[in-house]
Each structure stands twice: as C-alpha cells, then as structure tokens.
C-alpha cells in the first residue's frame, strides 16, 4: 500500500460503562478473553503497513506503556506509533504531527471500539474516486452508518482543512469529528466499505460483545488465528482444571486455576475459583481470587490491578451469592448503564465472605468491604457508590 499514516481517535467520553471505563479509556477495555479494545486498533495499523500510526487518547491510563510493549511480530518492521493524550489535543499540534508523519495519505477513524477494517482496500477504493478526500461509511450488520466512518485523504486537502480551522479559530472537544464535518460541508465524496466494527455504549452491549466473540465461530475463528492481534495480559502457564472443576460451554485464558464449575462464562487471564463454587453466564476479567461455596451469575467482574504477592487475599470471599438468574432488573441508579439483570462488580472490589449481591446490582471499584461485611445484602437493583 501508498504510504499512509493512520491516525486513531477516541469517541466521546460516556459515564454509560461505569467502573469499566472509570479510570481506563476505552482503548484498554478487556475485550474478547484476553485482548484489550486497543490491540484491534494496533492490528488495523500494521495488517495495512501504515507507516505511521497516532492514537490520541482522552484520559491519562496505561495506554502508552501498553503500546510500547508491542511487537515485533517476527521479521516484520514494526512501525512507530505516537500516543497523544487530551492535553496535547490542539489542533496546532495536530497540524504538526501530519507535517512531521509527512506521508502521502491519511486514514482518520473512532479506533477505541473494537474493529477489523482492511484499510488497504479502502485506500484502493478511495483511489478510484480521484479526489482529495473521501468519507466511507461502515458496513455494519448489512448496512452503512454515518455514526462510524473512516476518512480518508491526501496530505495537500487535510492540511488545508486544518490551516482553514485554525485561522477561524475553530474549535471543537474533538476536533477530528470537527475536520470531518468541515469536509461533509465543503461536499467531500462518499463511499461504505464492509467492515467488523462493534461500539460498545453501555455494560450489556459489553458483556454481550464479549460473549458474541467467544460464542461465534466465524469471529472467534477471525481473532484466535490473527498472528498481528496480540495482548500484554501477563500470562505465566497454562490454565489448570482440578479434580473438582468442571467447564461447561466456556472460554478459559490462560493462567487460571479452575476447582469449581465454570458454565457459559468468559474467564480472562490470572483468575481463580475455588472449590464448590459455580460461575455462569459471567465474566470474570484478569486475577480475580474468587473463594469457595460462590455461585456467581450473569455478572462482570471488573479487573484486579492490586496484585502485590504479599498482600494475597481472596477478593470474592468464600460462601457469596452475587448474581440472578432473572433475566429483566434494572440497576435504579443507573438504569441506562445496567439492566437484564447484569450485575456489575467495578475495579480492586473485595467482597467478604458471606456477602448476598442480588442481580442488576452494581458496586463501585474499590468498594465492598466495609458495607458488605457488616450488612452483608445489596437488593437487586441497587449500588454501592463511594
């Protein structure tokens, strides 16, 4: 392909994925088992042979150390790639990244939700129309939307566009929607292009697209065969099912250690659960301790990032009940956030044991201990806040 540079930026900020996106960006969401949201956009960049690759990014978390940790894959030249953080998101600083990237095309998407697109063709496409700059519409589940598009351009019509906002002070809380707009008003070309792009705008559209993921052979095929799609979850083994545990219908990372039965479920890397206990319909992100006696339904357990080898604990305590099997609750604080009954467990929870959760139910990160372990119950569709 030409050389391009491919430049992906963060969609608004939504408070709609509590804890999940509390102190990450969406770019690091655990997604898919084992990756997170930010490896597909990594996978799109170099599938393509960009020779460039700029994220900007909306909230200050691990992204950039993630990336730094990326590749090589084998032989291949790994390409650089530049995180912008919001305070750096001036549209002169934009200005200057694409003089100093000076490459002969520009491919601008919302990469923070996870997608499969095959840039080059678009490039092919976007070539055929012989015109400076072209907005193509996704194909999604058989039809086009202007919610998700990707823009692509020559260096000459983008930086026009920029050097014209900037003498009219324009301004915008994202200024490539706003680069987008000025060319849809200007009359750019138009063209759709299929592509696997799944937004994710609440907990059930997550938890949904994680088990759609797993449960789907045509998908699941797609990213377990990618060799340009990897993941920075440590891994330290295989995953280890004792004489006790069961898996029923379920994805297991590696490094986990299963005494207990796990159905229809996701488990990411580094979790444990103990004997007795029964996770289903859920899914468990990285380095839970889960106890024994826990039954666990239709809930998200949010990552543990506390995993200090001294200060070892058990973060869902022995003999919990979390989880519903009712299929229709809705969180009443955060009804448009939380509903089918999914229970939502935030960041670094430590649950104590015997603690009762009820379904629809959410507990903010870093909470639990202190309210559970003295009154033990949280109704359904109910919160613990800070």
Known sequence: MDECTIISYPGTRSELLLSLTESRSRYMLPIGGKFRVVDF?????????????????NLEDDLEKHVEQYGPFGDMKFPPIKVITREYSDIKVCYNLILESNTEYYIIY?????????????IKKYKSKRTGAVLFKLNMNGRSTMAYTVLVSDQKTLLNVIRTAIKQKKTAPNIFEMIINILINRGISKSSSEAYYWPIKNVPEYYDLNRRIIQDPEIFGLLYREKMLK????QQGHAYVGRQGKVITSFISDYCTINGTVENSILYPGVEVGEHTVVKDSIILPYNKIGSGVRILRTILDERTERNPDLEYLNVGNSCKIGSSEEHIKNNDFPQSLFFSITLIGKNCRIFEGARIGGGCYVASGQGSQFLGAKKFLYDGTSLLK
């Open 231 to 234: 993941n920075d979850v440590l």
């Open 41 to 57: 956009t990594l996978r799109n960049s170099f599938a393509s042979g960009a020779r460039t690759t700029i994220i900007y990014n």
């Open 110 to 122: 919302n990469g923070d939700n996870p997608s499969i697109i095959d840039f080059a063709k678009i």
